[in-house]
């Protein structure tokens, strides 16, 4: 969760900075006049943006996908002509729930994404409703959570649903007193179907409630996981069984630090504790099915971007590390960590949209600016899945370009890149057999020769070994010729020859076997 806030970008240049990931150029996948955007994906890489934005006096809400090993975002799908406050959640197997607030009725609605195509949209609430939000297991259960306003105080309502299926009729998890009300929520749905919500309640002391459903029951009292300091802006973010993360920060002097808490059983929450330093208001979360959190924030002294991971079952986060360069402003980050446990960072910043990868147990890689080409831009999403030697990761953010000296179009932009946690195996390792004859014998000589390795990851790797056997034979540095000789006894002893890359932090690459020429 993030305080929302535009950012100055300065216009550098129009091309991505590739350090460790290897990115595609950004695309404009909206019309213009942009407001609103959220972004999921699911097990298979396919990606699904939705976002709102003005047309003429309608305020569209309008998504897009993008299938894996493709780099065509389809052509916009419309949802509804009077929307707001987007916000998406997708299936493992690619289906989704779409859920926005109605300008027109003040009313929340839904639509199914159910094999590629998008269902007519649902009205799940009365009026006086607003900031919807929606979570999804993994086998297409949903709900969508969201406050409405009584007059002198608000409730907070859910609805439930399969995918393509029929919404339940509003439930009623709580009833905030007199002279309050309810904003800025967070629910996430465990596969044991015991749905986590969290709100900020207004009044005189700004708290932080939760309440978990057990059983398809709401249990009677929410839990004020703090109060006073002005708390806000909570999330939070299900593992295995009934643990969860949650976090928030404290208006407190100003200071705004990030606090969290973890619920180990239905409605029982560890005491909070601070985990970052002072905070400009943005941050995020993310929480991997194994259990093990990443939480990312800005700091308001150094402007840089920070993280801390929190693993599965331990009590204290990791030590906060900066991930940002030191000669960036930067604000609005998010991150996103995969089943392996790699996580990305994505945050905005005097230079541009940037993301750093963190391969688990590694340090973070050095930050890939992802576009310089807007003049502002904000709420960078990030998803990412683990792939053969990596990630895969998708991008997207609302962006106001410069088209014209006195026009401005916000609209939304997305890249996507492969994260690689290794560098990658070089190409063409290939020998010939020479022999030289002497007055007595014949020696064999096999030459033998490779390309280097491909793409962004060629500019890490230092190094390439030889083995025979599984044995080291020979180390050849990348920036020498690629080429190796030794004598050998037979063709059969030649063929026994594999390579692999070496980067500068010392992964290495799959090893490829030797081709032996005619």
């Known amino acids: 969760m993030k305080k929302n806030y535009v950012l100055l970008i300065l216009l550098l240049a129009i091309s991505c900075t590739i350090h460790g990931g290897e990115w595609t150029q950004p695309v404009t996948i909206s019309g213009p006049n942009a407001n609103g955007i959220s972004m999921g994906m699911d097990a298979g890489g396919n990606a699904v943006v939705l976002w709102s934005r003005a047309q003429g006096s309608n305020n569209l809400v309008q998504a897009s996908t993008l299938s894996f090993g493709s780099d065509t975002w389809t052509t916009p799908a419309t949802l509804a002509n009077f929307g707001i406050s987007p ?5 493992a197997n690619g289906n989704a729930v779409a859920t926005w607030s109605n300008l027109s009725t003040s009313t929340i609605q839904a639509a199914f994404y159910i094999g590629g195509s998008w269902s007519s949209a649902t009205t799940l609430s009365a ?32 609805s439930t649903s399969s995918i393509g299926g029929t919404w339940s009729s509003p439930t009623i998890v ?16 465990p596969e044991n179907g015991n749905a986590i919500v969290l709100w900020h309640q207004e009044g005189a002391n700004e708290s932080i409630h939760a309440s978990t459903r057990v059983g398809g029951v709401w249990l009677p009292s929410s839990i004020v996981l ?51 330093t002072p905070t400009d208001g943005s ?4 929480v991997n099915p194994s259990g093990n959190a990443i939480a990312a924030w800005v700091s308001s002294t150094t402007f840089l971007a920070q993280a801390s991971f929190l693993p599965f079952g331990a009590v204290t986060w990791t030590t906060p590390q900066t991930i940002s360069a030191e000669n960036q402003v930067a604000g609005d980050v998010e991150t996103d960590i995969d089943e392996v446990g790699n996580a990305i960072a994505v945050w905005l910043s005097n230079i541009g949209t940037n993301a750093a990868f963190h391969p ?15 003049i502002t831009a904000s709420n960078p999403i990030a998803k990412i899945i683990s792939i053969k030697d990596g990630d895969y990761a998708v991008v997207s953010w609302l962006a106001t370009l410069n088209n ?7 609209v939304v932009q997305a890249v996507h890149g492969i994260l690689r946690t290794k560098p990658i195996a070089p190409l063409n390792f290939a020998g010939v057999i020479i022999k030289n004859k002497f007055l007595n014998r014949t020696e064999l000589v096999l030459r033998a020769t490779w390309s280097s390795s491909p793409s962004s990851s060629t500019e890490n790797v230092v190094f390439y070994r030889i083995y025979k056997n599984g044995v080291v034979v020979a180390t050849i540095s990348a920036s020498m010729p690629l080429i190796f000789k030794t004598t050998i006894d037979s063709r059969e002893s030649a063929m026994q020859y594999e390579i ?11 090893h490829i076997p030797i081709v032996i020429l005619k």
């Not at 295995?240 to 200071?255: I, K």
């Not at 014209?404 to 916000?410: K, W």
């Not at 692999?500 to 799959?510: H, I, L, P």
């Open 500 to 510: 692999a890359a070496v980067s500068s932090t010392g992964d290495e690459s799959d």
């Open 283 to 286: 941050f995020d979360l993310a």
């Open 226 to 276: 703090t109060s006073g300091n002005n708390s806000m802006a909570p999330t939070v973010k299900h593992g295995p069984g009934d643990y969860a993360v949650a976090l928030w920060w404290n208006d407190d002097r100003a200071l705004f630090p990030v606090v969290s808490a973890t619920q180990i059983s239905p409605n029982v929450w560890t005491v909070p504790q601070i985990i970052s």
């Open 360 to 374: 688990l147990g590694k340090s973070w890689q050095t930050p890939d600016t992802l576009s310089t080409t807007a």
């Open 174 to 189: 709580t009833s905030t007193p007199t002279g309050t009300g309810i904003d800025e929520l967070s629910v996430a749905l």
């Open 127 to 158: 009026v006086n409703a607003g900031d919807p939000h929606v979570a999804v297991d993994s086998v297409g259960n949903a709900i969508v959570v969201w406050f409405r306003g009584l007059g002198a105080h608000s409730v907070l309502e859910v």
């Open 87 to 91: 916000m998406i959640a997708v299936t």
């Open 404 to 410: 014209s000296p006195d026009i401005n179009e916000t």
